[in-house]
Nanobody, 124 residues
Framework: QVQLVESGGGLVQAGGSLRLSCAAS????????MAWFRQAPGKEREFAAS???????YYADSVKGRFTISRDNAQNTVHLQMNSLKPEDTAVYYC??????????????????WGQGTQVTVSS
């Protein structure tokens, strides 16, 4: 089993920045992709960004150019630097981990492990 714990959410004004972190513990040796998903009220959970074990990132079009995902394999952590935040970025952000060695997976059901989520609220 793998446990994921997110931190770093909060309230920020539009145009501001936040940095989310996710710490993985347990049987992390078989994790290939770490990702961030988000879910706004009344909407389905959607993919935001992922990073493969070799450090190659993959972004949703809605966050490309504003968000940066990074990973520290030695520390079993993944970060999401979010800049130029917009009110539509408001959501609960979830960290997820995938045991399958395939790059670019973006469907929530494809991921094996999930964190509890952290709230990000962007005010206009």
């Amino acid at each position: 089993q793998v446990q994921l714990v997110e931190s770093g959410g909060g309230l920020v004004q539009a145009g501001g920045s936040l940095r989310l972190s996710c710490a993985a513990s347990g049987r992390t040796f078989n994790i290939y992709t770490m990702a961030w998903f988000r879910q706004a009220p009344g909407k389905e959970r959607e993919f935001a960004a992922s990073i493969f074990v070799n450090g190659v990132p993959y972004y949703a079009d809605s966050v490309k150019g504003r968000f940066t995902i990074s990973r520290d394999n030695a520390q079993n952590t993944v970060h999401l630097q979010m800049n130029s935040l917009k009110p539509e970025d408001t959501a609960v952000y979830y960290c997820a981990a995938d045991r399958i060695p395939l790059y670019g997976r973006r469907v929530p059901d494809e991921y094996d492990y999930w964190g509890q989520g952290t709230q990000v609220t962007v005010s206009s």
